[in-house]
């Protein structure tokens, strides 16, 4: 084989040179690869037609817009202020009240300190089968009152004892009797044959020779009894 000349080697010098620049370039520059046309029944085929054939102006459509959100406004609630505002008149309402518990309706005896709606139809309830209150002390009487409770009415209650209801102990019926706390149905039957013997009941003393009658019950009774 003849040895390449001068003018060969150089030939061959710069064709290796141009590949190698061109093996460079595509391996620097890759060859973008192009998207592929959209099918027709595609969203972005709609879009296309409206914003023509720029994929870039479609992407750019797609992009979500984003707005600056407004600093949010607080307002300052007083709700709770106003509550324990009324929380303390009430407590102070309730520290100066002073209640007739023969007078007040149930709503009046909701102001006092410990009395809710239940109660207070059980403190006007057994009012009204007594004829009224005649003591303080009475209140102790009513059903679910305790010593802590009571303790705490005390003061904030008076009893206006001239409107009580009292029987004619001379003339009332068995029936009209037997309705008072104080008396069963018993010691009515025992009263009204005491009478029907002639006798008259004149003082509290009398209702002593009734043998089922005890002095306790003379004592509570004797506030609710006319002879």
Known sequence: MNKPTRKQTRAYALLCAILAVVLLIIIIFPHKKTTPPPSDHS??????????????????????????????????????????????????????????????????????????????????????????????????????????RYEALIPHITVDTTAVEKIAINEATVEQMKKHPYLDYYQAKAIADYRAKGNRFRGKEDLLKISIIDEATIRKISDYIQF
């Open 43 to 148: 969203a972005l085929s709609k879009e296309i037609a409206l914003f023509g054939d720029s994929i870039i102006a479609v992407k750019e459509q797609r992009k979500p817009t984003y707005t600056k959100r407004q600093p949010r406004q607080f307002e300052y609630d007083t709700s709770y202020r106003q509550y324990y505002r009324e929380k303390k008149e009430l407590a102070n309402r309730r520290n100066e009240m002073v209640v007739d518990i023969n007078h007040a309706d149930t709503i009046q005896l909701q102001e006092l300190y410990g009395i809710g709606p239940a109660f207070a139809r059980r403190i006007v309830k057994y009012r009204n089968l007594l004829g009224g209150y005649t003591r303080k002390e009475q209140l102790m009487e009513v059903y679910g009152m305790t010593n802590d």
